[in-house]
C-alpha cells in the first residue's frame, strides 16, 4: 500500500511541475507577415497576450529567413524613423502589440514561397518559446495619408 501512495505522489508533483513547464505564459493573436516589394525586409505584427509574469520578447527565428530583428518607430527631430532595438517588455496580464507604425518584426531574406506557411519561435527573456504560424502575403502598395 505505501508504494502504492508513494508512486500517486510522485505522478502528481510530476505532471504538476510538466504542465507548468510546457504551457508558456503568452499566447499568440492574429499573426501577419507581409512580404517586402522587390528585395526589401518582410515584416510581421502580432498581438502578444501574456497571462503570466513580466517578461521581455528578446528574439525571433524562423527557417524561412535567414534574421530576424525587433523593430521600432520612434521621433528623432521630428521624424518618425525605425531602429533596432534589443527587446520589448512583455507586461503581466498585459498585451504586446506589434502592429504598424510601432513596435514589429523585420524579417530578412525570405527563403520560404508566398502562400505557405511560416513558423517563427518567439524567445523571451524567461526562457519561454512559442511558435506562431503565419502565410506570408504581398504587402499592399499603400498610399501617404492612409
Known amino acids: 500500500m505505501k ?6 505522489v ?24 507581409k512580404l517586402g516589394i522587390g528585395a526589401r525586409p518582410a515584416v510581421m505584427f502580432v498581438h502578444l497576450h501574456n497571462k ?36 520589448f517588455a512583455v507586461p503581466a496580464n498585459g498585451m504586446l502589440h506589434l502592429k504598424p507604425g510601432g513596435h514589429h518584426l523585420m524579417m530578412f531574406g525570405f527563403r520560404g514561397a508566398a502562400g505557405q506557411a511560416v513558423s517563427v519561435t518567439l524567445s523571451f527573456a524567461n526562457g519561454d518559446e512559442l511558435t506562431v504560424e503565419a502565410v506570408p502575403s504581398a504587402r499592399a502598395k499603400t498610399h501617404h495619408g492612409h
Open 3 to 8: 508504494h502504492v501512495i508513494l508512486a500517486f
Open 10 to 33: 510522485l505522478l502528481v508533483f510530476s505532471g504538476a511541475t510538466a504542465r507548468a513547464d510546457m504551457a508558456p505564459s503568452v499566447m499568440a493573436m492574429q499573426p501577419q507577415i
Open 52 to 87: 503570466g509574469a513580466t517578461t521581455r520578447l528578446i528574439g525571433a527565428k524562423s527557417d524561412a529567413f535567414e534574421r530576424i530583428e525587433l523593430h521600432t518607430h520612434e521621433m528623432n527631430g521630428g521624424m518618425m524613423r525605425m531602429v533596432a532595438v534589443a527587446d
